[in-house]
């Protein structure tokens, strides 16, 4: 049975770790990709250390579960060794960044690249802190320089990671075309109220929405950008099991990556990930899982 998937780089298996979910420290990476993920993505990393912002930051009332974490980071001078730590598994880590125009993208991604990882995702798409991520990612100009600069500045793949929060999700992934994979979706904006005290329950207001309740609306990005634009995508979101998992492959995503669900699960959804798809494989006759990649599009 071949489960291996080529999204750029070669990957044993078509489940990821996303970007934001224990994945700032080396270790953790390390043990995720021991324990049946095929490749990790770092938190998003910029250029200084950034405290985020303060509590509450993240709110979950499931099926909700909201973050306003801030782009909370290290700073990418002191990321290396975590990076080195999580490559001692043998297996491909996804560097992660942020920034707020080309050259600060790329200097990132130059230096991402230089601690050994395998591809690059450019987060185009962080929700909830102001002059980065979404702020850049809904500027269709500025996506076709970011990811120009970085492409002929790194020899490694390079994903870029886009919005939901968008009107025109085409139009981003058109701006975003010289990249070697398209990651869909990150958080959608979203805020809830505590009635009790009248505030809203995260300390930034706005935060961003993840989990089951987001899964409809990844499937339908992924779908949509596979359908008119053929290209590689990964697809992301709400993803609790491996029915969830198989629906996105079918909608057109060559790999999935996991968030929230670990906070639920823990690490050990990976290797349920792993044996769930053997299974269904196994009883609908599937010998190779490329042979599963979009074919719900019509
Ligand atoms: C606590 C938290 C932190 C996150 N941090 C990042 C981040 O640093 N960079 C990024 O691209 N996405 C980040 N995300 C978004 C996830 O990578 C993912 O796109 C989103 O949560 C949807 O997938 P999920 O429903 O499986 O969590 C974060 C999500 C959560 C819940």
């Keep these: 049975m071949n489960l291996n998937v080529d999204i750029g780089i070669k990957i044993s298996n078509p489940f990821i770790l996303a970007s934001g979910i224990l994945d700032e420290n080396g270790y953790t990476m390390k043990r995720i990709l021991e324990n049946g993920a095929a490749a990790v993505v770092t938190k998003s990393i910029g250029t200084s250390e950034r405290q985020g912002y303060n509590p509450p930051i993240i709110y979950e009332n499931d099926p909700v579960f909201l973050n306003a974490v801030g782009l909370s980071n290290p700073g990418i001078d002191n990321f290396k060794d975590e990076v080195k730590i999580a490559l001692e598994s043998g297996r491909p880590v996804i560097g992660s960044i942020f920034g707020k125009d080309a050259p600060e993208f790329s200097e990132l991604a130059k230096k991402m690249e230089s601690y050994g990882v395998s591809a690059i995702e450019l987060n185009l798409s962080c929700p909830h802190v102001n002059g980065y991520g979404m702020e850049v990612g809904s500027d ?66 706005y935060g961003g929405l993840s989990g089951k309740c987001i899964k409809p609306v990844g499937i339908r990005y992924v779908y949509e950008v596979k359908k008119e634009t053929g290209k590689t995508v990964i697809g992301v979101g709400g993803i609790e099991n491996v029915n969830d998992a198989i629906e996105y492959i079918m909608a057109g995503a060559s790999a999935v990556q996991i968030g929230t669900a670990i906070y639920r699960h823990g690490i050990k959804i990976f290797n349920e990930l792993n044996s769930g798809l053997i299974e269904y494989m196994d009883k609908n006759g599937i010998s190779n899982i490329n042979d599963m990649i979009g074919v719900a599009i019509a």
């Design 140 to 205: 269709p100009d500025l996506v076709y320089e970011i990811v120009s600069e970085v492409k002929s500045r790194v020899k490694i793949p390079v994903f870029s990671k886009l919005s939901p929060n968008t009107s025109n999700i085409l139009e981003e992934a058109k701006a975003a075309e010289k990249s070697d994979a398209l990651v869909l979706i990150n958080t959608l904006k979203g805020m809830e109220i505590d009635i009790a005290s009248k505030k809203p329950v995260l300390s930034n207001v």
